[in-house]
């Protein structure tokens, strides 16, 4: 309001003082307090703001916290806790909720934010507004939270007539008609409906225990269904794994498009499936010392002889060594020699030689090892000969005892060699000039001035480390063919993947070209050893994941007919939204709440235009409800006065705003995000679960799921060589009792706890039932007492614990005393040093490292099998195919026959000496 300055109460208009003023019909007599004044030359402008808004500056001292309290409760105790008291602030309300209160008087900023704060969508907060609801009134510091704060009028305004300006209609005009709801969320391990799943490659086998083959699930997570079945031994190829957040924690592969099998019964370890892992690296192909090794071709020189019996040109020639071999049309026959240039083994370690272009030898059928053949190498080397013989040491025309001799070299002589081979004999020679060989026991390498030359395995060995091929194979494995590509000693290759199949590393160095890591060295300064992602890296990667709905938008039924939607983009991140259903779900609550379609009403309306048949406006106040008309979409919408303007000198009002009403602070969505607290309890409690959770839990799921999650069980407990049926048979027995006693306990009936001898001094504390049977918790103990004061079962400070009936699920100690043991499975024993072991089952019996005694009479109903000699007390023993009564000195033989000179057969009898035959014609 402004102010004349040279008016006698201008000087009194000052900051913090009150002045008195009309603000409505019904507002009559209102305390404002002055909040700033502004002078000027021609005027004093004053702000201030009705006197209960004194809250705003004040707040509280003290933590409130209250259970169960109605809006009167919580209002005399904000006003009690005030820093700076009010003592003639009133309160009343009709409303009959109530609410659990708890403000911190540490997080309040002032005390206003107790009562009023709520934003405009109504969204709950800490607040009398928001915990109950409701509308404030205010008469000086007489205050009132009321269901309604004004009346209905039942006035009616026909927007678009009279009261039309620009402002409005472009009011109208944006009125969203439509949204798009999105949701972001970050994939973790808290997550049941998450995929989690993660690109992989590999082949595997199915080993699964259950009859009518393994199924198959539409997904690896809770809630899955079965789509099919697999055979046990059948190799399939994976795409995808998962192990987050899956059913039974276990590891899931997918075979086939939404095909998913648990891991659980899934190998990788057999040969021909293989695991392929993402990594990176480079290498060096590298020869070592082993040049035999499988899948290498390396140089060789030397000579070689057929050798067949099958008759003659029976020998085939092949393309390669390897698993794409194919027969030329040639043939070879025993005893033909040809030169050896390359040397190969295959994937069954089997050698081969080749002996041209294209043309492979089976070693089977092709020997060195003849006198006749050899394996020539180029060396250098000085030779001393040495030899008794007085006409000196032979010479021959060529190794292996394929020439003659030529002529002697005398004994101390020095040659020099430039050749070396081995024959089929086993003998070393020496070339010590064009066709002169010398064998090498004539030869002296130790003494000054000789020097040893290059032995010819070194020189092979030597010549394949430079010049040897490494196959190329299309997926990491020998049982297929190679592609024909090789890859050179020396050259450097970069890894992308790696795979392991049984017990061999493979490196893929491009696509579905992979070679033995055995031929790869990282020595090199260049060289990278192949590594996977790190687990910095691979949390780096996780990005959010939007969802959006499958027609984008959600449309108002108002809207049906408009050419154009004006949509308003909503993100529903806060609600735990990770599928489109989901979203749908909470975008269409969403449009109820936010009225999405219907135009906002805010109407301003001056004092020219409160008349006629608006002349009632002129006696409304705040928070009264009229009906707006919109001629342009066919609908009514009722609305609040939610602002007035008053002229105090004429007494009057000077404007209206009729706006949108407070939205009800109870909200659809709102009940999304509670759902999203009460899921994260339900996965925290999770984690509080123990074995008798995890029976029952197995027990409620059907096929492979239940035979899995029965499996982890017995893993967990240790339990081997046991049938799942039987194991599950004990399960269901367990499940049921713990079922029964939890039920028992959580049905106490109309039992009273007491304290004796007083709750004063309390020495036990009693839950007594109406049969006077009793639990009782003391100093010494717990225990529950029959009505004949003996308990039933109770653990007492001595450490003992007595029950008529114990289920567990594992029982460890160092003793047990019984007069019966039943169960379905074994007993196992050991001597505790990993020496003797006995297993005693019910399926197999009786097996046993140690002796076994039976110390009284005893019956074997299917046979017994002795593998080693049979004593019976003193008096029969078996000794191989004999049976022997009485002692050693004064023994009879019975002993079964065949033949042996006899007709037929029969028994053979020793008695004192004398033989007896009874046998059969």
């Given at each position: 309001?402004?102010?004349?300055?040279?008016?006698?109460?201008?000087?009194?208009?000052?900051?913090?003082?009150?002045?008195?003023?009309?603000?409505?019909?019904?507002?009559?007599?209102?305390?404002?307090?002055?909040?700033?004044?502004?002078?000027?030359?021609?005027?004093?402008?004053?702000?201030?703001?009705?006197?209960?808004?004194?809250?705003?500056?004040?707040?509280?001292?003290?933590?409130?916290?209250?259970?169960?309290?109605?809006?009167?409760?919580?209002?005399?105790?904000?006003?009690?806790?005030?820093?700076?008291?009010?003592?003639?602030?009133?309160?009343?309300?009709?409303?009959?909720?109530?609410?659990?209160?708890?403000?911190?008087?540490?997080?309040?900023?002032?005390?206003?934010?107790?009562?009023?704060?709520?934003?405009?969508?109504?969204?709950?907060?800490?607040?009398?507004?928001?915990?109950?609801?409701?509308?404030?009134?205010?008469?000086?510091?007489?205050?009132?939270?009321?269901?309604?704060?004004?009346?209905?009028?039942?006035?009616?305004?026909?927007?678009?007539?009279?009261?039309?300006?620009?402002?409005?209609?472009?009011?109208?005009?944006?009125?969203?008609?439509?949204?798009?709801?999105?949701?972001?969320?970050?994939?973790?391990?808290?997550?049941?409906?998450?995929?989690?799943?993660?690109?992989?490659?590999?082949?595997?086998?199915?080993?699964?225990?259950?009859?009518?083959?393994?199924?198959?699930?539409?997904?690896?997570?809770?809630?899955?269904?079965?789509?099919?079945?697999?055979?046990?031994?059948?190799?399939?190829?994976?795409?995808?794994?998962?192990?987050?957040?899956?059913?039974?924690?276990?590891?899931?592969?997918?075979?086939?498009?939404?095909?998913?099998?648990?891991?659980?019964?899934?190998?990788?370890?057999?040969?021909?499936?293989?695991?392929?892992?993402?990594?990176?690296?480079?290498?060096?192909?590298?020869?070592?010392?082993?040049?035999?090794?499988?899948?290498?071709?390396?140089?060789?020189?030397?000579?070689?002889?057929?050798?067949?019996?099958?008759?003659?040109?029976?020998?085939?020639?092949?393309?390669?060594?390897?698993?794409?071999?194919?027969?030329?049309?040639?043939?070879?026959?025993?005893?033909?020699?040809?030169?050896?240039?390359?040397?190969?083994?295959?994937?069954?370690?089997?050698?081969?030689?080749?002996?041209?272009?294209?043309?492979?030898?089976?070693?089977?059928?092709?020997?060195?090892?003849?006198?006749?053949d050899f394996v020539i190498v180029p060396c250098r080397g000085i030779v001393i000969i040495k030899t008794d013989d007085a006409g000196g040491a032979p010479v021959y025309t060529a190794p292996g005892g394929a020439g003659y001799v030529q002529r002697h070299v005398a004994n101390g002589t020095k040659w020099q060699v430039t050749g070396e081979a081995t024959g089929g004999d086993g003998n070393t020679w020496y070339r010590i000039a064009t066709n002169q060989w010398i064998t090498s026991d004539v030869c002296d390498f130790s003494s000054?001035?000789?020097?040893?030359?290059?032995?010819?395995?070194?020189?092979?060995?030597?010549?394949?480390?430079?010049?040897?091929?490494?196959?190329?194979?299309?997926?990491?494995?020998?049982?297929?063919?190679?592609?024909?590509?090789?890859?050179?000693?020396?050259?450097?290759?970069?890894?992308?993947?790696?795979?392991?199949?049984?017990?061999?590393?493979?490196?893929?160095?491009?696509?579905?070209?992979?070679?033995?890591?055995?031929?790869?060295?990282?020595?090199?300064?260049?060289?990278?050893?192949?590594?996977?992602?790190?687990?910095?890296?691979?949390?780096?990667?996780?990005?959010?994941?939007?969802?959006?709905?499958?027609?984008?938008?959600?449309?108002?039924?108002?809207?049906?007919?408009?050419?154009?939607?004006?949509?308003?983009?909503?993100?529903?991140?806060?609600?735990?939204?990770?599928?489109?259903?989901?979203?749908?779900?909470?975008?269409?609550?969403?449009?109820?709440?936010?009225?999405?379609?219907?135009?906002?009403?805010?109407?301003?309306?001056?004092?020219?235009?409160?008349?006629?048949?608006?002349?009632?406006?002129?006696?409304?106040?705040?928070?009264?409800?009229?009906?707006?008309?919109?001629?342009?979409?066919?609908?009514?919408?009722?609305?609040?006065?939610?602002?007035?303007?008053?002229?105090?000198?004429?007494?009057?009002?000077?404007?209206?705003?009729?706006?949108?009403?407070?939205?009800?602070?109870?909200?659809?969505?709102?009940?999304?995000?509670?759902?999203?607290?009460?899921?994260?309890?339900?996965?925290?409690?999770?984690?509080?679960?123990?074995?008798?959770?995890?029976?029952?839990?197995?027990?409620?799921?059907?096929?492979?799921?239940?035979?899995?999650?029965?499996?982890?069980?017995?893993?967990?407990?240790?339990?081997?060589?046991?049938?799942?049926?039987?194991?599950?048979?004990?399960?269901?027995?367990?499940?049921?009792?713990?079922?029964?006693?939890?039920?028992?306990?959580?049905?106490?009936?109309?039992?009273?706890?007491?304290?004796?001898?007083?709750?004063?001094?309390?020495?036990?504390?009693?839950?007594?039932?109406?049969?006077?049977?009793?639990?009782?918790?003391?100093?010494?103990?717990?225990?529950?007492?029959?009505?004949?004061?003996?308990?039933?079962?109770?653990?007492?400070?001595?450490?003992?614990?007595?029950?008529?009936?114990?289920?567990?699920?594992?029982?460890?100690?160092?003793?047990?005393?019984?007069?019966?043991?039943?169960?379905?499975?074994?007993?196992?024993?050991?001597?505790?040093?990993?020496?003797?072991?006995?297993?005693?089952?019910?399926?197999?019996?009786?097996?046993?490292?140690?002796?076994?005694?039976?110390?009284?009479?005893?019956?074997?109903?299917?046979?017994?099998?002795?593998?080693?000699?049979?004593?019976?007390?003193?008096?029969?023993?078996?000794?191989?195919?004999?049976?022997?009564?009485?002692?050693?000195?004064?023994?009879?033989?019975?002993?079964?026959?065949?033949?042996?000179?006899?007709?037929?057969?029969?028994?053979?009898?020793?008695?004192?000496?004398?033989?007896?035959?009874?046998?059969?014609?």
């Amino acid at each position: 309001m402004t102010y004349n300055p040279a008016d006698p109460l201008a000087k009194e208009l000052q900051k913090g003082r009150i002045i008195l003023a009309d603000c409505g019909p019904d507002s009559l007599r209102q305390k404002f307090r002055i909040t700033r004044v502004v002078k000027s030359g021609a005027a004093v402008t004053i702000e201030a703001s009705q006197i209960w808004g004194d809250l705003a500056y004040d707040t509280i001292s003290s933590t409130i916290s209250i259970a169960n309290a109605s809006p009167s409760d919580t209002f005399s105790a904000i006003s009690s806790a005030l820093a700076d008291p009010i003592p003639s602030l009133n309160f009343s309300s009709d409303i009959t909720k109530v609410a659990n209160i708890g403000f911190d008087f540490k997080s309040i900023n002032n005390t206003m934010d107790m009562l009023i704060d709520a934003d405009e969508a109504g969204d709950q907060t800490n607040s009398m507004a928001s915990l109950f609801g409701g509308e404030w009134v205010a008469d000086n510091y007489n205050l009132k939270l009321l269901q309604h704060g004004g009346d209905d009028t039942h006035i009616i305004v026909k927007y678009g007539r009279n009261i039309q300006t620009i402002e409005q209609d472009e009011q109208i005009d944006k009125t969203y008609t439509a949204i798009m709801p999105f949701a972001t969320y970050t994939p973790d391990s808290t997550s049941t409906t998450t995929d989690t799943s993660t690109a992989f490659s590999g082949t595997g086998i199915v080993q699964y225990v259950g009859t009518g083959g393994l199924q198959m699930y539409d997904t690896p997570y809770a809630g899955h269904k079965v789509v099919g079945t697999v055979q046990n031994d059948t190799y399939y190829k994976v795409s995808r794994q998962a192990s987050d957040n899956t059913v039974n924690d276990d590891t899931w592969y997918e075979i086939g498009t939404n095909n998913w099998v648990d891991g659980q019964f899934f190998t990788f370890d057999k040969s021909g499936s293989y695991v392929v892992n993402n990594v990176s690296g480079s290498g060096t192909i590298t020869i070592g010392d082993n040049t035999d090794s499988t899948g290498l071709i390396v140089p060789f020189q030397g000579v070689g002889s057929v050798v067949s019996y099958a008759g003659p040109k029976s020998i085939a020639i092949w393309t390669s060594p390897f698993a794409d071999k194919k027969a030329t049309g040639e043939y070879v026959g025993n005893g033909e020699r040809f030169k050896i240039w390359y040397k190969a083994t295959d994937s069954a370690g089997h050698v081969w030689y080749n002996i041209g272009t294209n043309s492979w030898i089976d070693s089977t059928y092709f020997s060195v090892e003849k006198n006749t053949d050899f394996v020539i190498v180029p060396c250098r080397g000085i030779v001393i000969i040495k030899t008794d013989d007085a006409g000196g040491a032979p010479v021959y025309t060529a190794p292996g005892g394929a020439g003659y001799v030529q002529r002697h070299v005398a004994n101390g002589t020095k040659w020099q060699v430039t050749g070396e081979a081995t024959g089929g004999d086993g003998n070393t020679w020496y070339r010590i000039a064009t066709n002169q060989w010398i064998t090498s026991d004539v030869c002296d390498f130790s003494s000054n001035g000789t020097v040893t030359p290059t032995t010819v395995d070194d020189k092979n060995t030597e010549e394949a480390q430079a010049l040897g091929k490494v196959p190329i194979y299309p997926s990491p494995t020998y049982n297929v063919a190679p592609t024909g590509q090789y890859l050179q000693a020396g050259s450097r290759w970069k890894i992308t993947a790696q795979a392991d199949n049984n017990g061999t590393t493979w490196y893929e160095v491009a696509t579905n070209e992979w070679v033995d890591s055995k031929w790869f060295s990282f020595t090199s300064a260049d060289d990278v050893t192949p590594a996977g992602p790190s687990d910095s890296d691979s949390d780096d990667e996780v990005a959010d994941v939007t969802v959006q709905l499958p027609e984008l938008i959600l449309k108002s039924d108002l809207a049906a007919n408009d050419e154009r939607l004006r949509v308003l983009p909503v993100d529903l991140s806060d609600y735990n939204i990770q599928d489109a259903d989901k979203l749908r779900e909470v975008a269409q609550a969403y449009m109820q709440d936010y009225r999405i379609g219907y135009p906002t009403v805010t109407l301003t309306l001056n004092y020219a235009q409160m008349t006629g048949d608006y002349s009632q406006l002129t006696q409304i106040g705040l928070y009264d409800r009229v009906s707006v008309e919109f001629d342009k979409l066919d609908i009514a919408e009722d609305a609040e006065v939610s602002e007035t303007v008053w002229d105090i000198p004429a007494h009057r009002y000077d404007s209206i705003i009729i706006g949108e009403p407070p939205i009800s602070y109870t909200h659809l969505v709102q009940q999304y995000q509670q759902q999203a607290v009460e899921k994260s309890t339900q996965q925290a409690s999770k984690q509080a679960t123990g074995l008798f959770d995890q029976i029952h839990s197995a027990l409620q799921q059907q096929g492979s799921d239940q035979n899995a999650a029965i499996e982890n069980v017995m893993k967990e407990l240790g339990i081997q060589g046991d049938s799942i049926t039987a194991v599950k048979n004990q399960m269901e027995i367990v499940d049921q009792t713990v079922t029964d006693v939890s039920d028992w306990i959580n049905s106490s009936g109309t039992a009273t706890i007491q304290a004796y001898p007083n709750w004063q001094t309390p020495q036990d504390l009693r839950a007594v039932n109406d049969d006077d049977s009793y639990m009782k918790f003391d100093a010494n103990g717990l225990g529950f007492y029959s009505n004949g004061n003996l308990v039933r079962s109770a653990i007492d400070s001595q450490g003992r614990i007595v029950a008529e009936s114990i289920t567990a699920g594992t029982v460890t100690g160092l003793k047990m005393d019984a007069c019966q043991i039943t169960g379905t499975s074994g007993i196992s024993l050991n001597d505790g040093d990993g020496g003797i072991e006995t297993e005693i089952s019910a399926a197999h019996g009786i097996s046993t490292g140690g002796g076994l005694e039976a110390w009284s009479w005893s019956r074997f109903h299917q046979g017994v099998d002795i593998y080693a000699d049979l004593y019976v007390a003193n008096d029969i023993r078996t000794v191989g195919s004999s049976i022997y009564f009485g002692d050693d000195s004064n023994a009879a033989e019975l002993k079964y026959i065949e033949s042996g000179g006899y007709k037929g057969q029969g028994f053979y009898l020793n008695f004192n000496g004398v033989d007896h035959h009874i046998v059969t014609d």
